[in-house]
């Protein structure tokens, strides 16, 4: 059976597509070589931040990663039980508790940011802030057509 034919902008979008998700791969590895002197992983690392940013609930974190609740859920728990978060009354909510870092999530996270800051430091001047200014335009321009159409399908 022969492939589909597609205009020269759908094949350019088809290769970007592959493109964004092989980065995947290579960004959740270098996340994880950054964290794990830590004794975290990149998914850890990432709910690490999101409840550093605000006191949120999983719900509320999964959405701003982008994540299933329950995987984010799974990941929480576990945080706690490691003393790195502790979950606190949400007072517009009854059920879903806000997720709070403890003062040794706070060093786990500050000890991550700062390799990660040595590393964007080093792959920043390497590719270029122009470059990598305008592929995170794009990529949130994508991201937000694509949640567009996604919410007309629905």
């Known amino acids: 059976m022969k492939d589909p034919e597609r205009t020269p902008a759908g094949d350019a979008f088809a290769e ?8 995947a791969g ?9 964290a794990k002197p830590s004794g975290q ?10 409840a550093n940013h605000a006191p949120m609930s999983v719900a ?13 859920q799974r ?19 009854q059920r879903a508790k806000l997720m709070v870092l403890t003062a040794a999530g706070e060093t786990a996270l500050h000890e991550i940011k700062e390799r990660q ?23 949130a321009e994508i991201i937000e057509v694509l949640r567009e159409r996604s919410s007309a399908a629905d």
């Open 26 to 34: 290579p960004l959740t590895q270098a996340g994880d070589a950054l």
């Open 16 to 23: 970007f597509s592959i493109t964004a998700l092989r980065l």
């Open 60 to 72: 509320d974190a999964a959405r701003a990663l982008g994540l299933a609740r329950q995987g984010v």
């Open 117 to 139: 800051a040595a590393w964007a430091d080093r792959l920043g001047a390497e590719l270029g802030e122009r470059r990598l200014r305008q592929a995170s335009a794009l990529m």
């Open 75 to 93: 990941i929480a728990d576990l945080l706690e039980a490691d003393g790195l978060i502790t979950y606190r009354d949400n007072p517009t909510h």
């Open 41 to 50: 992983t990149s998914a850890r690392w990432q709910v690490l931040a999101a």
